[in-house]
């Protein structure tokens, strides 16, 4: 007997890393007939139960485990999400507490009668309310017998609070008038004459801020899924008894002929029942060129009408639609990336359990050899302090700030630390064609007239009959011809002969613009040196459009896509980096050799739509190659989610840029070279800095654990740990593009 599984998606609150999502996974998956996997970065878990299991026990488990879990919202998207808010608020009111305690804690000449009964004022709420998170945090670890890194900084925080309570009411460090000289000695003590209050509220206040980065980047992982939805038709014209209603989308059903005018979206996928037309479909295909449909032929939704009225029969609607399993892809190509975590918390799987083993150890040493309690307990608070990672915190945020900064004022958007950590191990860059490579965009390359006739009459004429057409071809003829001869003239009797061409008549002439089978039909035919260019266009996988008037052939138009003038030097540069190029396009096999050819491109797939895209991105990375993907229009969405490095041109779609890690502002292939250099640079200087705050810690704790930390010291190290993770953030400013000076 087969059991049927039902798939639910659960929203997860309450997680902290990716330790979190593991222990929600694996108590799941240990219910019978439940199979889990819990996304970290989205906050998701997919979740699939036998017949008999109700979706409420899986809810319930999650609640056990010590987190939320709710069936997700339907009402769209949380445009005021509270516990984003609430994050915010901490950082806010952390900072603008915690800024006056560091500072009279350092600077000895502030230090009035009483500081220290301020500071704790001050402090007071920064290290209960404002460090909610890390505490609640490190008591449901404690529950499941974990540590990780908000273990240690709740520990650390509450340690250095209540050390710094207990020395101001028990020690000498409450006197009225005591102040803290800024001295570099080492020095045994009982601590009772120190307060750490500057430790407890800066700890805190640096990682809220990077917490706070984490939600911000979090935050935005749908938006791409939200950007698919945006771009379908809203409403629709409904053929019902010979009528056309104007409805909501929601209204239509299987089986319904519906009205697409020119310019309009088509409203969903279906069968063209009556008219002919010509429809940009580039956002799904990558197609340059408008696809010409008649009746019999299929349309898919959230593609736009370019040509003639069409009358259309709906065959899929809703889930079943292209866009939608488009945004299913995306989702699902998210989901993979779950794996990804701040390098903190990889440190903090080895560095926590070390820290609270060396201050064991501390206290049971010191109590052995006779030292006292009080002495035994101040060297091992004394470890926990050192070891509290306030320059880990800014390790991260100061070297994104500074690295995301630089970027956006090289055209470069660096979504978040995460993204960064597959820049150094990709080593191969597919790129899409159209809008990546090349301009996205028809142009008018060359005008070929017969024996006899001026190319700039030729162009006048047919650029006068074409003004009249909104076909994308026609478009660029006419801006072709107005750039290189200026006005036109106006065109009489204009018609379109749907997917073939256009006629009309300008000043006084009969003109007709087309494909030669339109021209046959006039008994025109081409002669053979205009022949041998029209096919010349056509082998250059370029569009030839043929002009003739007055019973004979005048010319050939040719108009394409043109590539980028940078693009060959920028691929040139892609390799130098260590990378290899593969062409990934929608577009015909003959162009996309062509245009692989010019830039310096071996390995080449043309004809590929939005799945195609995403399983040959699978099928690089199950060769073991670690993908960047560049692209711009939304048939490159869900590619741009699988890739382990999606790069989106800020010249495409929004669905393109929101799925994408790296966002490039400029519309040019150079700042891919600049993306990943700057990445590479980014994740350099955070691993710098991790060490480095990391360094200072550990070279600290065998003072603390000697009983020599001055606390002044400790002070004084920490804050210069800080600094120096602020001012290596800083050398990032001083980076620059790559790309030749002629181009920036």
């Known amino acids: 007997m087969t059991t049927t599984a039902t798939p639910y998606d659960l929203e997860i609150g309450g997680m902290t890393c990716a330790s979190c999502a593991a222990r929600i996974e694996k108590r ?403 790129l899409d064609k159209t809008g990546t490579i090349t301009s996205g965009r028809m142009t008018l390359l060359d005008v070929v007239p017969a024996a006899g006739e001026d190319a700039a009459e030729v162009l006048r004429l047919a650029a006068a009959v074409e003004d009249a057409s909104e076909h994308p071809i026609a478009q660029a003829i006419v801006r072709g011809a107005t750039e290189r001869i200026g006005d036109l003239p106006a065109v009489a009797d204009f018609q379109n002969v749907r997917g073939r061409g256009v006629t009309g008549v300008v000043d006084s002439h009969a003109v007709i613009a087309g494909r030669p089978s339109l021209l046959e039909e006039w008994a025109l035919h081409l002669d053979a040196d205009l022949a041998a260019a029209f096919d010349r266009a056509e082998h250059e996988a370029r569009t030839a459009v043929a002009v003739a008037w007055d019973g004979r052939v005048r010319g050939v138009l040719v108009v394409a896509d043109q590539v980028r003038p940078t693009s060959p030097e920028a691929v040139a540069a892609l390799r130098r980096l260590g990378l290899t190029p593969v062409l990934l396009t929608g577009d015909n096999e003959r162009t996309a050799r062509q245009v692989a050819e010019r830039v310096g491109i071996d390995r080449v797939r043309a004809g590929v739509l939005p799945e195609g895209k995403v399983a040959e991105i699978v099928s690089l990375q199950q060769q073991g190659r670690v993908v960047a993907m560049v692209g711009d229009g939304v048939n490159d969405a869900a590619a741009l989610a699988q890739s382990d490095l999606g790069i989106a041109m800020g010249t495409g779609t929004d669905a393109a840029i929101e799925a994408s890690d790296l966002t490039l502002v400029r519309g040019d292939l150079w700042g891919a070279v600049d993306a990943i250099r700057l990445a590479r640079r980014t994740l350099g200087t955070i691993r710098g800095n991790l060490f480095w705050a990391l360094a200072y810690n550990v070279a600290a704790i065998p003072l603390a654990a000697l009983g020599l930390l001055n606390p002044m010291l400790a002070g004084a190290a920490m804050a210069f740990s800080s600094v120096f993770v602020v001012l290596n953030s800083l050398r990032l400013r001083r980076f620059r593009t790559a790309a030749p000076a002629a181009l920036t």
């Not at 570099?184 to 800066?202: C, H, K, M, Q, W």
């Not at 197609?287 to 009746?295: A, D, F, G, L, N």
Request: aromatic share 6%; proline share 4%; glycine share 10%.
């Open 28 to 430: 799941l998956n240990r219910m019978d007939g439940v199979s889990a996997s819990v996304n970290y970065a989205t906050e998701k878990a997919h979740v699939e139960i036998a017949s008999g299991l109700d979706v409420d026990d899986l809810i319930a488990e999650v609640v056990r485990t010590g987190y939320s879990a709710a069936l997700p919202r339907t009402e769209g998207p949380d445009r005021g999400d509270p516990a984003y808010r609430l994050l915010r608020l901490r950082l806010i009111v952390a900072a603008a507490l915690a800024v006056p305690v560091i500072v009279l804690a350092m600077a000895e000449p502030l230090q009035f009668a009483g500081w220290q009964w301020a500071s704790l004022v001050l402090a007071t709420p920064v290290v209960t309310w404002a460090a909610w998170p890390f505490h609640r945090a490190a008591v449901l670890n404690a529950r499941h017998r974990a540590v990780t890194m908000d273990t240690l900084i709740s520990v650390g925080v509450t340690a250095a609070y209540l050390w710094s309570l207990y020395a101001l009411i028990f020690g000498t460090a409450g006197m009225w008038g005591m102040t803290h000289p800024f001295r570099f000695t080492i020095e045994r003590g009982d601590g009772l004459g120190s307060i750490y209050l500057e430790v407890a509220a800066g700890v805190t206040m640096f990682l809220l801020l990077g917490r706070f980065l984490e939600q911000r980047s979090k935050r935005r992982a749908g938006a791409a899924l939200r950007a698919l939805g945006e771009l379908g038709a809203k409403d629709v014209s409904i053929l019902r008894d010979g009528r056309e209603e104007r409805m909501p989308l929601e209204s239509l059903v299987v089986g319904d002929v519906f009205v697409v005018r020119p310019g309009e979206k088509i409203a969903t996928d279906g069968i063209v029942h009556d008219g002919a037309s010509a429809v940009d479909a580039s956002m799904l295909t990558g197609e340059s060129v408008p696809i010409e449909v008649r009746p019999g032929d299929s349309v898919t939704g959230a593609t736009v009408n370019v040509g003639g009225r069409l009358l259309v029969t709906a065959t899929r609607i809703g889930a079943d639609t292209q866009l939608a399993r488009m945004a299913t892809l995306v989702e699902e190509a998210q989901s993979g990336k779950a794996d990804a975590q701040r390098l903190a918390d990889r440190l903090s799987s080895v560095f926590v359990p070390l820290v609270f083993a060396a201050a064991a150890i501390t206290l049971a040493v010191w109590l052995l050899i006779g030292g006292g309690a009080a002495a035994a307990f101040t060297a091992a608070v004394a470890v926990l302090i050192i070891a509290c990672p306030c320059a880990l915190g800014l390790a991260t945020p100061m070297a994104l700030l500074v690295g995301t900064g630089r970027g956006a004022q090289l055209g470069v958007l660096i979504k978040g630390p995460e993204v960064l950590e597959s820049t150094r191990r990709v080593d191969t860059i597919v």
